[in-house]
């Protein structure tokens, strides 16, 4: 299994998705580290998390037009449905068929981080540079470092 620490340098500058992806991590750790009695409860909460976590994250996509929106979309899709096909297995006590889910989804994260993610904090920090005004799901504004932007995203 992949590592279950978060690292700074998985920070995309985006201080709404770097929350949502710092605390993500630390519920993977937590669900990892559950006794058999407990993982159910975790990993529902877990999914439940996660689907809050994308609609907020495609909020944004929308609010800023991104070119990238439904291919994003599909991959979260893709991913809850895989995880929404486990809850059935859970509920009647199969904790490995869960275990294994989340150990997916750990490495499925990584990948997702680095490409999808990645492309949106990008599209993000331009917009910001724009001066295009964005809000997070709870009507926040969206605090994108511009400044830091190129040198992060080596333009
Ligand atoms: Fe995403």
Known sequence: MISLVWS???ELGVPAMDTAHKAFFEELAQIAAAPDDQFGAVFFMLVAKLERDFEAEEELMEQ???PALNSHREQHARILSGLHHVVPQVMNGEIAAG???IELLAEWFMMHLTTMDLALAVALDLGAMQGMAGADAGGNAISVRPER???RHGL
């Open 8 to 10: 700074p340098q998985m």
């Open 149 to 151: 932007a190129l040198v």
């Open 64 to 66: 800023i037009n991104f």
């Open 99 to 101: 275990r294994r889910a």
